[in-house]
């Protein structure tokens, strides 16, 4: 920024018909060429006039320019031209005081400005930074933006990395951006921007070009960024030229000066033939009047000749400057398309299209915690981008607020800590105002509310829990072989075995046996050889039961008693396999931090430094305060009240031996780390206590691994603000909004419950038992089966290998020449022999009496032969009544 030098005056003379016109031109060291440019359009247009010029400069210290200001007129003077950037504020004073005639001629960069400022307003910006191709501009916009409070920053250095860092640390991030220049640096200005990456909020970028050569400026280097174009028309160019085409050359100020020269020399004019008068000579400043009729008559005169050159001058109070008369172009859809013209000090929207206001844009601070906010990457660019519960909240919030954002990570730290007074990370950003949002898992704290300021809490469920890994079964198909022990199977089959070699020797050695008393027992029974008593005594473990029983006393106290062993033995298999089973089917070895914390069977351990961590030891530090507090109040001597003394400590201690064993076990760096511990150990001996929201969420992914226990340590998570900052009651109105349409539980529901969970294997124990358990039962009665089928083709063997041995004769038998028996049947013939199949040696009688049934009386005629194959007879005999022909 140039520093402001001496200020100048120069005395123009200009006698017309006898009288002097006297036009006393105050400018600044800056302005020493525009003014040597109107002394020389003065004598072009002057050609025949007497002109004087008469220079007094004025000291850097604005306390003498009243002096030397005075010191000019005192010879007398018809207008005061003011070539200042903005005006000298002592001549501005004076002649507002004194009614002097005075004219402020703006050539600063002013007109490009104005066409800036006119669009920023109607995009509701309130700030923009600056960027000019010379450094002259530089005190001219200052100026102009003096009373304003729209400038942020201006500046005239290349694009590089350096300057780039100057504008990206700008905080908070400017509404408009604008780049100042001629169509030739607006190319190179625009590359470097580009390529610096400054135009990611291209919609905030504003192109305004400070000549008509605009057609040679590279609209192609814009692909999708949609920046502004602002620019004169060409027709104001060719009306300052008065040329048909507007020059390669053209200097928009000096062609103003020009036609400001022409019209004061009209001026000058009309005041000579109208025979004003002005004071000549021995003005004394605030002494000497100017007369109100020669003012009020100039300020008629001039603003008749700015109306009649409207095309090319503009008057505004006391200043005159170029007619702006300009376009504003968009890009829309891929080209550049005008969307507003700026003509007459207002800027208006062209048919079917607006001008929409700039959407506010915000640094939102946030940092890595599962499932809240994380990165992720897209599979088909590799970009990381970040996603979880806080990123699509922070979304949400956005459209409702309408505004734009952008996600910032600190630099140092993750959510916050004060290190030698001063906070990192999430917190520290916001404290300092580099971030201007904090949307991620932020607990709300008394101590970060001394820096920061906090929002209504969108999340007050979370806390601390425990996982482990779910206990590995052990599968077997023949998991219900043990139940019992080889011991005790080896006992049963034992029993079973002495019990059938004892029922063969009962049977065939007791007197009262079916097969040694056959008086007492006519009707075919049981023979229980040696192989039929291992029968009985296998089939006795069924439901079915082993059969008919032996007949003598001693058989029956031995089945007696076996069968009060198999009912015990299978009563008690039966129980121990549903116990055996409900045990293997529970998960978790504890089921509270209490449980945790009694046993040592179970290692445990926390992040390093993490809040949980830290949990545990402030739980730790206030458990030994609270015993010594305890220790000092039981054992002061001066203290007499016996309350107090008891011989248990009332306060339970179980912190510090939790942090015993956390520090026995080592702190893990991170979750992830804790999450692969605890997964490894198959046997469920190692649990993680760490933060419940990022346990549940890695339980919804990873089916081996279980929560356990209740949530404790619950606190709030809520949105950070800076201090102060409007944005406070409406991000809590939105909150709440979003509370009452239940949006938090559709964020919930995606991150916790609508999962990888839901493909995990179902663990219920309503479930029932699996086949994995009993898949031997089936497999021995597959087994059983097969045996058979063998057993089935040795017996056809081994028969038809005897069957070759012994040859039977062959008989025929003749039917048709068998007597009828008694009941009409015909006899079958066996040896030579005609056998009654119902008369037999023994009586057989049902009941009382026995009257044979007259077959022939309900027997058809085609029913009369009959022939019978075989009679089975129950109780089941064991030898067989022979086939019948």
């Known amino acids: 920024m140039h520093v402001l030098g001496l200020f100048g005056a120069v005395a123009c003379v200009l006698s017309v018909r006898g009288q002097q016109f006297k036009i006393v031109t105050l400018h600044q060291p800056d302005q020493a060429a525009e003014v040597k440019y109107f002394e020389n359009a003065f004598l072009k247009v002057n050609k025949d ?24 007129l005192s010879t007398g ?33 002013a007109p490009f400005l104005v066409l800036l400022d006119s669009y920023l307003d109607s995009r509701n910006s309130t700030d923009v930074v600056v960027v000019f191709d010379k450094e002259e501009y530089i005190d001219q916009s200052l100026y102009y933006w003096l009373d304003s409070v729209r400038l942020r920053l201006v500046m005239a250095d290349a694009l590089n990395r350096s300057t780039a860092s100057k504008i990206e640390s700008i905080r908070p991030i400017p509404h408009s951006f604008a780049i100042v220049a001629s169509a030739k640096n607006m190319n190179k200005l625009v590359s470097q921007a580009l390529n610096e990456d400054l135009m990611s909020l291209s919609d905030r970028w504003n192109l305004v070009f400070t000549d008509f050569e605009t057609g040679i400026f590279d609209k192609s280097l814009f692909q999708n960024q949609t920046p502004s174009l602002m620019y004169l028309k ?123 206001p700039i959407r506010a844009f915000y640094r939102i601070g946030i940092t890595h915690a599962i499932p809240w906010s994380f990165k992720a990457q897209n599979l088909q660019t590799g970009e990381f981008y970040w996603t979880g519960y806080c990123a699509d909240f922070a979304q949400k919030i956005s459209e409702v607020m309408n505004f734009d954002y952008v996600f910032v990570e600190p630099a140092t730290g993750t959510f916050g800590e004060k290190v030698n007074g001063t906070w990192d990370g ?20 008394a101590d970060k509310e001394e820096v920061i300021d906090f929002v209504a809490p969108y999340y007050e469920q979370t806390g601390i829990t425990i996982v482990m890994r779910k206990p590995v ?4 198909l023949f998991k219900f072989m043990t139940v019992l022990k080889l011991e005790v199977w080896l006992s049963i089959v034992g029993a079973l075995i002495v019990t059938g070699f004892m029922i063969w020797f009962l049977d065939k050695y007791s007197p009262y046996s079916a097969r040694n008393n056959r008086k007492a027992y006519p009707y075919p029974c049981r023979e229980f050889t040696l192989k039929e008593s291992f029968w009985f005594a296998l089939t006795s473990f069924t439901p079915q039961g082993g059969g008919e029983a032996p007949k003598a006393l001693s058989g029956r106290t031995l089945v007696a008693a076996y069968w009060l062993f198999v009912v015990l033995m299978l009563a008690t298999f039966t129980a121990n396999l549903a116990a055996f089973l409900t045990v293997e089917r529970m998960q978790a070895p504890v089921q509270s931090l209490e449980q945790l914390a009694r046993q040592s ?22 458990e030994d305060t609270l015993y010594r507090m305890w220790k000092e109040l039981t054992l002061n001597a001066s203290t007499d009240d016996t309350r107090y003394r008891v011989w248990d400590y009332p306060i339970r201690e179980q912190y510090g031996h939790i942090l015993l064993a956390i520090n026995d076990s080592n702190p893990v760096a991170n979750a992830s780390e804790g999450f692969r511990i605890t997964n490894e150990h198959l046997d469920a001996d190692f649990a993680f206590i760490h933060d419940s929201s990022e346990i549940k969420y890695e339980i919804s992914k990873n089916c081996n691994l279980t929560e356990v226990g209740e949530v404790f340590a619950e606190k709030p998570y809520a949105v950070a603000v800076q201090q102060g900052s409007h944005l406070q ?96 049947l015909k006899l079958s013939k066996l040896d030579g022999q005609s056998v009654d199949m119902f008369n037999v040696n023994k009586t057989v009688t049902i009941g009382t009496t026995f009257k044979p049934v007259n077959l022939k009386e309900n027997l058809t005629k ?14 089941k005999a064991r030898n067989r009544i022979p086939r019948v022909e």
Not at 91 to 106: G, K, R
């Open 862 to 875: 085609e029913m009369e032969t009959v022939h019978i194959s075989h009679i089975s007879l129950y109780p």
């Open 426 to 445: 999430i917190v520290g950003d916001l404290a300092v105002g580099e971030t201007d949002i904090a949307i991620t898992a932020v607990i709300m704290t």
């Open 729 to 824: 009651d409406d991000l809590s109105k939105v909150i709440l909004d979003l509370q009452k349409d239940r949006f938090f539980e559709q964020l919930q529901a995606k991150y916790w419950n609508d999962s990888a969970k839901g493909d995990c294997p179902s663990t219920d124990d309503n479930e029932g038992i699996t086949l994995e358990s009993l898949g031997g039962v089936f497999i021995a009665t597959l087994f059983g089966l097969a045996l058979a089928m063998i057993t089935l083709a040795g017996e056809v063997l081994y028969y038809r290998r005897k069957g070759k041995k012994i040859k039977p004769k062959k008989r025929k038998a003749k039917s048709k020449n068998l007597p009828l028996n008694t009941a009409g």
């Open 234 to 356: 060409p027709e104001l160019c060719l009306d300052l030229s008065i040329q048909s085409r507007c020059p390669s050359n053209f200097v928009l100020k000096e062609q103003f000066l020009y036609w400001l020269a022409w019209g004061l020399s009209r001026l000058a004019k009309m005041a000579a033939e109208e025979s004003l008068e002005f004071p000549e000579k021995e003005f004394q400043c605030g002494k000497t009047t100017f007369s109100e009729d020669t003012k009020e008559r100039l300020g008629d005169m001039l603003d008749s000749i700015v109306a009649d050159n409207s095309n090319v001058l503009s008057l505004t109070g006391r200043s005159v400057k170029v007619a702006v008369r300009g376009n504003v172009e968009k890009m829309i859809n891929g080209s550049f398309q005008t969307i507003a013209q700026y003509t007459n000090g207002k800027l208006t929207p062209e048919p079917g299209k607006q001008i929409d």
């Open 601 to 622: 069977r179970i290692n445990y351990t926390v992040v390093q430094d993490s809040e949980t961590h830290m949990y545990f030891i402030n739980m730790k530090f206030a």
């Open 49 to 72: 006039e007497e002109i004087a010029f008469l220079d007094v400069l004025l000291n850097e210290d604005e306390s003498g320019h009243y002096k030397q200001i005075c010191d000019a």
């Open 77 to 109: 003077f018809s207008l005061i031209l003011d070539f200042a950037w903005s005006g000298t504020e002592v001549a501005q004073d004076l002649t507002s005081n004194m009614s002097l005639p005075y004219l402020h001629v703006d050539v600063s960069v």
């Open 473 to 476: 079964r052990k599968t077997s």
